[in-house]
């Protein structure tokens, strides 16, 4: 696969569920972000890694979001006890090096929706 | 945290024309700004990078203009095509080497 890859493309959870979504980046890609996009606005910084650290995780919402990229290329994006406000894309993105002047490579999100 | 701002929702217009999307950023000028097309139900992919000392870039029939006096970044499509329909996101890195903080985007409609 040559691009970022996001699964599930659609998830529906009830209020109070946990959800894992996951993110292949592309091979070598050192920087991995997570955007938040709701209807109709632009993507939102959530956080972001540089191989397997985490280095900024200013954006998350809550003590209820976490992401984690252990070996240093997938990662996940986990939220516990959903609420209708966490309904969004999730967006994962992968840079080649340090992100700075560098373009970002996004994979196709993954629809969430809290009912 | 900055702020950027892409005026105009929706943006119609006419096949062959130049389509001119603008966004306007608050406070002091980033190091670069980039352009990225959105479609329906996909992720973002770039276009373009403009850094603060360039004052245009062009990419085939792109071109996007930095006027840091203004605060301006200005994104045309010349000649357009139905298939140039599309948000097109500005994004700016936040503060020094920070990520990038988007634009709400703006949709363009290339009319036949």
Redesign the interface.
């Known amino acids: 696969g040559a691009g970022v890859s996001q699964s599930p493309r659609y998830k529906v959870a009830k209020r109070g569920q946990d959800v894992a979504l996951r993110c292949d980046p592309i091979s070598g890609h050192v920087s991995l972000f997570w955007y938040q996009q709701a209807l109709g606005q632009g993507p939102e910084f959530l956080t972001y890694f540089q191989n397997e650290a985490q280095l900024d995780k200013s954006g998350l919402p809550s003590d209820r979001f976490f992401a984690e990229r252990p070996e240093g290329s997938v990662s996940t994006l986990k939220i516990q006890r959903t609420q209708q406000e966490d309904s969004a894309v999730y967006l994962c993105a992968s840079s080649l090096a340090d992100y700075t002047y560098n373009e970002q490579f996004f994979g196709p999100g993954t629809r969430l929706t809290v009912l | 945290s900055q702020k950027i701002e892409q005026n105009s ?1 929706a943006l119609n217009i006419q096949e062959g024309k130049t389509a001119t999307l603008t966004c306007n950023y608050t406070n002091y000028s980033p ?2 700004l ?1 352009w ?1 097309r959105q479609d329906p ?6 276009l373009l ?1 403009i ?1 603060e000392n360039e004052k245009e870039k062009r990419k085939e029939r792109l071109k996007v203009t930095f006027d840091t006096t203004l605060k301006q970044s200005l994104f045309h499509i010349t000649a357009s095509q139905p298939a140039d329909s599309a948000t097109y ?1 500005c ?1 700016r ?2 503060s020094g ?9 703006t949709r363009l409609s290339v009319i036949a």
């Open positions: 929702e190091a670069y980039q990225y139900g996909r992720g973002p992919v770039f990078l850094r996101l994004a890195p936040n080497n920070t990520p990038l903080v988007f634009g709400k985007g």
